[in-house]
């Protein structure tokens, strides 16, 4: 989608570190990172939010988990990882294309801030 900064790093417009691709998922190391690993984790196709899904995207959303899984063993995470869809204004979503937080390297604590 235009004007879409994930979009643009999907595009090759954009530089970004990416560390596992598929033919519809692609995961980038965070610019500002929360954590020693902090990896985002898109769908190719542009979806802005968690409630802009239809029911035929819900394998999608399955694939995005499982590449989080794929990234985490190829990048030999160890002690347990933190996943995170941000998802609206409340959430702190601040890029409208659906992205899942792999956070990892330390410990995090609960409930979130
Ligand atoms: P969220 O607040 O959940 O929307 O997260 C958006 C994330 O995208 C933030 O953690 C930003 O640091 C990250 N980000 C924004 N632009 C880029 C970029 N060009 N490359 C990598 N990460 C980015």
């Known amino acids: 989608m235009a004007g879409c900064i994930f979009c ?7 530089e970004s570190d990416i560390v ?4 519809k998922i692609i995961a980038f190391r965070d610019l500002n990172p929360q954590a020693p690993i902090h990896i985002l984790i898109i769908p190719r196709k542009h979806i802005s939010r968690i409630e802009d899904l239809k029911k035929q995207d819900s394998s999608l959303m399955g694939d995005l988990v499982f590449a989080a899984k ?5 990048m030999n995470v ?13 959430a ?9 937080h792999l ?10 801030g």
């Open 92 to 100: 702190g979503q601040e890029v409208e294309h659906i992205h899942l």
């Open 78 to 90: 160890k002690g347990g990882y933190r996943l995170v869809f941000n998802n609206g204004s409340n």
């Open 70 to 74: 794929q990234i985490a063993v190829k």
């Open 8 to 14: 643009k790093i999907i595009n090759g417009e954009i």
């Open 20 to 23: 596992f691709e598929n033919d």
């Open 103 to 112: 956070l990892a390297g330390r410990k995090f604590t609960w409930p979130a």
